[in-house]
């Protein structure tokens, strides 16, 4: 069973650049989740989707992300315009059901200059 | 605010000996507690974990104590082992959100020869 994965691992944009990262799920897992760990700190959650609902985004920092999971399958997070502060590494984790251990990925590592 | 403490960020142990990471949270609230394990350039990995209901769980060399009243859990390594260097981040939740979990800034475990 491939696990989550993420692309890209690495990424490196100037302040005011878009940026778009990808996590393709466990297959068959219906929820999806996003968060973010900045400069060694904790893993911050950022969202939660069902399928290719939101059920919950209160983690998301401000309107300059915006998450999408089209069809329910992969999701998309992209960060426009990028600042300074966003710099970190973005996991994404999946679960079967939702009270089940998270499977994640092994980040993207975004740097913005 | 930070929820969930992990007050060691770093922690050295010999090969053979007992690994003891303590983590303390703030949210009484929170009714499900994880133990997740890092290594470089990986996402975090599921490794035990116990519900409030509970004050012990145990997975092979691997065992959680939960102490309600003083909201402090401990994750216990026996005996500690080379491959068992990473990072360790306790993690809790509250049931009915889903997964979302609320992590710790993590411990650094290095298991010396």
């Known amino acids: 069973e491939a696990g989550v994965t993420q692309f890209p691992s690495h990424s490196v944009i100037e302040k005011g650049q878009t940026v778009t990262l990808r996590c393709d799920p466990i297959?068959?897992?219906?929820?999806l989740y996003w968060y973010r760990r900045v400069m060694g700190k904790e893993i911050k959650f950022l969202l939660h989707?069902?399928?290719?609902?939101?059920?919950?985004e209160s983690g998301m920092p401000n309107n300059r992300f915006l998450a999408e999971r089209t069809g329910g399958t992969y999701s998309t997070l992209k960060v426009q315009p990028a600042e300074l502060e966003d710099s970190g590494v973005y996991f994404c984790?999946?679960?079967?059901?939702?009270?089940?251990?998270?499977?994640f990925g092994n980040g993207t590592r975004l740097t913005v200059t | 605010d930070q929820q969930v403490k992990q007050n060691s960020p770093s922690l050295s142990v010999q090969e053979g000996r007992i690994s003891i990471l303590n983590c303390d949270y703030t949210?009484?609230?929170?009714?499900?507690f994880l133990w997740y394990k890092k290594y470089p350039a990986e996402g975090p990995t599921f490794l035990i974990s116990?519900?409030?209901?509970?004050d012990k769980n145990e997975d092979g060399r691997f065992t959680v104590f939960l102490n309600k009243s003083a909201k402090h859990l401990s994750l216990h390594i026996v005996p500690s082992q080379p491959g068992d260097s990473a990072v360790y981040f306790c993690?809790?939740?509250?049931?009915?959100?889903?997964?979302?979990?609320?992590f710790g800034t993590g411990t650094r475990l290095q298991v010396t020869l």
């Open positions: 984790a999946s679960s079967q059901v939702y009270n089940s251990p998270l499977h």
């Open positions: 297959s068959g897992h219906d929820n």
């Open positions: 989707f069902v399928k290719e609902s939101k059920q919950d």
């Open positions: 949210n009484s609230m929170f009714d499900y």
């Open positions: 116990i519900s409030s209901i509970k």
């Open positions: 993690a809790a939740r509250i049931t009915g959100t889903a997964s979302k979990l609320t």
